[in-house]
T-cell receptor, first 112, second 113 residues
Framework: QKEVEQDPGPLSVPEGAIVSLNCTYS??????FMWYRQYSRKGPELLMY????GNKEDGRFTAQVDKSSKYISLFIRDSQPSDSATYLC????????????FGTGTRLTIIP | NAGVTQTPKFQVLKTGQSMTLQCAQD?????MYWYRQDPGMGLRLIYY???????DKGEVPNGYNVSRLNKREFSLRLESAAPSQTSVYFC????????????FGPGTRLTVL
């Protein structure tokens, strides 16, 4: 079993829809939960991160972590064609550990 | 600021050939990383360098060597390329070990025939 599981998609939704992207993980030591966005033929870039359980909102994006069920979610409201990209979750332990464990990524297309 | 730069952008090798992928960052970051990205496998860490003068193995180090030349530069060498090393390679950097944000370069697309 992989430490981080992510549905690879692809996922296509109409513009303006709410998008839900999800990951599950198995390592109880994970405390920081990052979401990276990767446009086609580009390197990933950090979108947002949360610490421990709870929600964090940044504009149209909301990251949610449920540590009891080891479930990570990213919600995109009012989705735009510019949100079309691959989204990767990347959790890591709390202590000074530089190693991220990336999910395989979900490819998202927003249809105008 | 160029951020993280990688050369070359594309490369085709024959089995057994060697090559070095170059990476440089101008953000004064201490930590640097090499990843490979394959379909269905996500990003996997090959090697990382927590600070100048140190390097450590990641998840998939076999067949690769690295050199942290100075604080700015971190190179990845394939001594004898194999078709299994066909992949997209990304270099990344972060302020220090434990930094949550890693900044990625544009990638090198490598094909080994």
């Amino acid at each position: 079993q992989k430490e981080v599981e992510q549905d690879p998609g692809p996922l296509s939704v109409p513009e303006g829809a709410i998008v839900s992207l999800n990951c599950t993980y198995s390592n109880s030591a994970f405390q920081y939960f990052m979401w990276y966005r990767q446009y086609s033929r580009k390197g990933p870039e950090l979108l947002m991160y949360t610490y421990s359980s709870g929600n964090k909102e940044d504009g149209r994006f909301t990251a949610q972590v449920d540590k009891s069920s080891k479930y990570i979610s990213l919600f995109i409201r009012d989705s735009q064609p510019s949100d079309s990209a691959t989204y990767l979750c990347a959790p890591k332990p709390n202590f000074g550990n530089e190693k991220l464990t990336f999910g395989t990524g979900t490819r998202l297309t927003i249809i105008p | 600021n160029a951020g993280v730069t990688q050369t070359p952008k594309f490369q085709v090798l024959k089995t057994g050939q060697s090559m070095t992928l170059q990476c440089a960052q101008d953000m004064n970051h201490n930590s640097m990383y090499w990843y490979r990205q394959d379909p269905g496998m996500g990003l996997r860490l090959i090697y990382y360098s927590a600070s100048e003068g140190t390097t450590d193995k990641g998840e998939v180090p076999n067949g690769y060597n690295v050199s942290r030349l100075n604080k700015r530069e971190f190179s990845l060498r394939l001594e004898s390329a194999a078709p299994s090393q066909t992949s997209v390679y990304f270099c990344a950097s972060s302020v220090d070990r434990g930094g949550n944000e890693q900044f990625f370069g544009p990638g090198t697309r490598l094909t080994v025939l």
